[in-house]
């Protein structure tokens, strides 16, 4: 059979079935005959006569709030760029033009435009031209609501590609059903409701979808705001999206520069369709024939305006705002549904309205501080820099900037190093990197463990530079090795209160010897600390100090938990969420836990505190507010990385500079702003002054006074050993051990004499060791003796009786020195007898009488 001949029949069938399904969906009750009539009515029957709308595909906007409590827009995303819009905000020339362009009896069919219908048949399937038109508008509006119903409903590219050819095929039975919906919908809904929806679906090319978005890209305002020649030059568009669209400026005929018979004519095929559609509503007398040629005579004049797409167009606040879109991908995926990510679909079609915890006047000062202070790149090493403000009690996130601009498009991040899509603030599931190590801003948590087990911050504890070769671990199994860390400067602190505030490495390592390295790994996970890779935490003797990779953001959080009695919440980035409908989607909620005791918090404050004190490590940080803060600053190995995190009772605020990748020790770099490795100093203070004069901020709660009491333990008895044997007793009593020298003693030379102090001292303190020279002597007790016997002993002492005469007699009563003063060899002692007579002067033998 000739292509001619199976049109016919197919336009035979189609006029055929149509006049049946018209007449029995208008008169159902009309009694028809024969079998052509009942085999029609059985066809009609078994055509689905309910059409499900779904929800439209919807751009999603996401908010930040501006410093006068209003929402700004940083971007959008979407699959469909569509933005649904009630019937009365859109323009009357629009809702004209359609009908008089695409559908003229719109209002008078139930429908089916019968005369469209032959028409559109005889050309498609009889003449085989190209697909006419002939569709009314409600049947424009189910292929276009079984195109969106389909898509919706595919879960790869190829479903949707699928589900597209399925509901545009030409076919006389996708044609056939079509019809039957469009009846179906003509009964359920007003002709106005059924031409908002159709203005709100149909394509305007591209991902250019619904009336108001149409208006907003290529004309720059909103549908009711469109003039009459721009409401029937998108309407043109409609009726081609491909030919007629009006951001192909360079096309030849449809362009900026188009020239018809050696005139220019910008926009030439959407002028004509659209001057087609201008005389189509002066017959229905929609516009006055003054109004008809005015348009006319207007020329076709696009303002392109692009919809925000992607986080780009939220420029500084870029990072945070991709962070936002990682969160809904990830926090609202199924996973029941492996092959598609529901997170992603509803960011892309949802039209959700995501209103976000970004305080933009903080976020623009973060931003400004970090340009003022750090380049978007160097030629001599791969530098980064983020800030990120975390609000204690909340968790909400006020602001997070970085020294980078944002693109996730790998040609423009290879063009220049100031370009990246990893934003550093985050986990790398989070759309970050794989985390920083946080030096000794770290220490913080060995510090919460110190007080944990009862410790207190005045505690002394051995804090000199030496070899530390095994720690406790009931996790893993205790550690035995060799580490020996160096020191940032000479100052040894054998506190907690001055190893916080000068942040001495051996010093945290000595309290960490005494701890359980399992336990101060716990204490940090209780702070909400984990590895920004995903992978478990690990907690090795070098990781006391920081050697770990942790995100930012985890670390702003963690001081927001200090400043807030202890009780840390986990970060969060959106206030609200409501879908197109109006209803509301429960946000993520930060999660609050008791990292440590209130006491315990409040003693690490208070040592915390010191770092912005004279001599500590963050003086330079201070805001000068009045404002307290608690702080702690970090340095990596090479001065790779450098951190400043603080925090008010309002704010925590995490600083860092350094390296994205590569070694440069930032301590023998400059930027303009000053020496790399102080540019933490320069960026956190200026972001915490706004945070204090903002938010303010209270006093940190006192200790108790048991966190200063200090712990005397006992000194060994080292006396008669050898000077390596009591300098092990005195390390392994946790004591510093000094070599004192030698002195008198009668005990043997080189054997120990004596310590200073002895009997009690602080853990940690320095104990002199004296040592024996052999020249010492005790003098011995005399009392009761008789002068012989007295002679003797003091000559077996090795000294002499001073005195002469007396009762020979008589007794010792009394003598100087002491029983058991030390003294040298040879030195005398003055013994007075009980006659009252003393003894001679040393040498003589007692008078015989």
Known sequence: MSDVGAGVLGFLGLSALAGILVTAAVTPALAVTGMAANNGISMFENLPGYLNIEELSQKTDIYATQPDGSQALLASFFDENREEVPYDAISQYVKDAAVAGEDPRFYEHGGIDIQGTIRGAVSTYVLNKDVQGGSSITQQYVKNVLINNGVREAKTEEEKEAAYEAATETSPERKLKEMRYAIALEKKFSKDQILQGYLNIAAFGGRVYGIESASQYYFNKHAIDLSLPEAASLIAIVNHPEKFRLDYPE???????????????????????????????????????????????????PEITEPSTGCQTAQGSAYFCDYVAWIIKNQYDDPNTPDVNEGTRMLQQDGLQIYTTLD??????????????????????????????????????????????YSNDPDVIATSPDYTSVNYSTDYEYG???????GSTYKVFT??????????????????RRTFT????????????????????????????????????????????????????????????????????????????????????????AFAGIANNGMTCTPIAIDKIVKADGTEVAPPVSTCSQSVTPEVAHSMAYAMQQTFASGGTATASDPGTGIPHIGKTGTTDGAKDT??????????????????????????????????????????PMIMELADNKYGGDAFPEPEQSAFKEVLVDVPQVAGLSLDAAKQAIEAAGFVFEDGGQQDSSLPAGQVSGTDPAGQAGK???????????????????????ALQAKAALDAAGLRMKGGGGNPTGTVTSQSPAPNSPVKRGDEVTVTFSDGGTGGNGGGTPGQG
């Open 251 to 301: 096309s030849e005929t449809n362009g900026a520069a188009t020239v018809v018979d050696g005139q220019p004519v910008p926009y030439a095929d959407n002028k004509e369709r659209r001057d087609y559609i201008l005389g189509e509503m002066l017959k229905l007398k929609k516009i006055t024939q003054e109004d008809h040629d005015a348009a006319v005579a207007t020329p076709v004049t």
């Open 470 to 557: 095994s720690f406790t671990d009931s996790c893993t199994g205790n550690w035995s090795g060799s580490y020996n860390p160096r020191n940032d400067d000479g100052r040894i602190a054998n506190n907690a209160i001055n190893a916080t505030a000068w942040s001495v490495n051996t010093s945290f390592m000595a309290m960490a010897q005494q701890l359980d390295l399992c336990k101060i790994k716990q204490t940090a996970q209780a702070f909400g600390v984990h590895r920004a890779d995903g992978t478990d935490l690990q907690m090795n003797p070098s990781d006391v100090l920081g050697t770990q990779e942790i995100a930012p953001v985890t670390m702003a959080a």
């Open 432 to 438: 970050g990197s794989s985390g920083l190590q946080p």
């Open 360 to 405: 933009l006047e903080m976020q623009n000062k973060a931003e400004t501080a970090i340009a003022e202070n750090v380049p978007f790149s160097d030629a001599r090493f791969d530098v980064g820099s983020v800030a990120v403000t975390v609000q204690p009690g909340t968790g909400k996130i006020l602001a997070m900037a970085q020294n980078k601009k």
């Open 643 to 684: 951190w400043m995190i603080g925090a008010s009772t309002k704010a925590a605020t995490a600083v860092w500079v350094g390296n994205v990748v590569g070694d440069a020790n930032l301590r023998e770099l400059d930027f303009d702003s000053g020496a790399a490795a102080t540019a933490r100093h320069r960026i956190w």
């Open 447 to 464: 510090l919460a463990e110190w007080l944990n087990e009862g410790h207190s911050l005045k505690e002394t504890f051995n804090g000199s």
């Open 764 to 786: 940690g303190s320095t104990i002199r060791v004296f040592t024996s020279n052999g020249q010492g002597a005790t003098v011995p007790d005399l009392t009761g003796m008789n």
